[in-house]
């Protein structure tokens, strides 16, 4: 388990989704953030206390988690020398993104020197089985979205929480840096060597109780050209008896493709349930997710009112408007 408080790093962020790790640790998590960390140029805030790496071990910072997600994620060289600096001061180092911070050199001579630790979090703890696609007792619901960053994580959690309130058995299951950052534990998907994907969800999400849920976290999206790979093992070894589909509707074009528009949630519907039904014939999409934090309050209000109407399913903003209709939809 990762000490706390922690010191935020958002390096050099383009924009407020590449710190989107952060976003959702302060957002789930708020207890345990101390402050935020930029370098120049960085184009997302948090709304935490700016803190240089001294200022933020002077108030008890315990770890520096890297809370910036670029495509590819790499650990740019731009970063290094805070990682250092952090280090050296006796703060543990935590990061999601694929190259570990256990290959920089610098950094583990520094941490070895102060006797910190590094934690890569995107790193497969276990030996996962191949998929089998077998049947199993329990619950579980999927997110899934028209693209990559849409509010798929925030959705499973927000259904977990109203879920727990109203007495009902849950678990949210990490299947993501920040997801796992969260909650302590889970899969780290795209790690995962891929003939054991599906198998490592069939692992994540085991048979249980007939009462019991597990929400799911989403990844990427079937039509993203870079990451559609990783959310058909979620279909196929989560083996979803309900899927929830999560929308951003200020989107022009896929999260870093400028030449790939989106698909509607009627293609993202058909699609998803075609690819489901090959391991639960019984799938069913209960409701749609719209992440409406682009849009002032009216605006949000109009555009759930018109996907709900348009697809005949509870449409919300889960992290607005709270959970609980999409947590009915599910018994219907």
């Not at 969260?182 to 060597?193: C, E, F, H, Q």
């Not at 990427?220 to 589909?245: C, E, R």
């Not at 014939?281 to 682009?294: E, H, L, Q, R």
Request: glycine residues 10%; contains cysteine; negative net charge.
């Amino acid at each position: 388990m990762l000490k706390t408080p922690y010191l935020l790093f958002l390096g050099d962020a383009p924009d407020p989704l590449a710190a989107k790790v952060a976003q959702g640790i302060k957002d789930w998590r708020p207890e345990h953030c101390l402050g935020q960390l930029r370098l120049e140029g960085c184009k997302a805030d948090l709304g935490l206390p700016d803190f240089s790496v001294a200022e933020a071990r002077a108030r008890g910072a315990q770890t520096l988690v890297v809370g910036a997600a670029n495509r590819g994620g790499v650990i740019s060289q731009k970063w290094l020398a805070t990682l250092v600096e952090a280090a050296e001061a006796g703060m543990d180092i935590a990061s999601g993104l694929h190259n570990r911070l256990t290959s920089l050199p610098d950094l583990v001579a520094a941490a070895k020197r102060s006797g910190t630790e590094l934690f890569d979090v995107r790193v497969p703890q276990h030996d996962y089985p191949i998929g089998d696609g077998k049947r199993r007792a329990g619950k579980r619901c999927l997110a899934v979205g028209t693209d990559c960053s849409v509010g798929k994580m925030y959705t499973a959690l927000a259904m977990e929480k109203a879920m727990r309130e109203a007495g009902m058995k849950a678990t949210f299951r990490a299947t993501g840096q920040t997801g796992i950052l969260i909650t302590g534990s889970g899969v780290p998907l795209d790690a995962v060597v891929a003939d054991f994907m599906a198998g490592s969800i069939e692992w994540l999400s085991p048979e249980n109780e007939p009462d019991h849920w597990d929400l799911i976290e989403g990844q990427g999206s079937l039509f993203h050209p870079s990451f559609s790979g990783v959310t058909l093992a979620l279909i196929h070894g989560g083996q979803p008896d309900a899927l929830v589909l999560c929308h951003e509707p200020t989107r022009t074009h896929m999260r870093g493709l400028p030449h790939y528009g989106l698909p509607s949630l009627e293609e993202l519907r058909e699609l998803t349930l075609a690819t489901a039904r090959i391991v639960n014939p019984d799938v069913k999409v209960t409701g749609i997710s719209v992440n409406t934090a682009a849009l002032g309050e009216d605006e949000a209000v109009q555009c759930l009112r018109e996907v709900e109407a348009r697809m005949r399913l509870p449409a919300v903003d889960p992290f607005r408007q709270g959970a609980a209709r999409l947590v009915e939809a599910l018994n219907v």
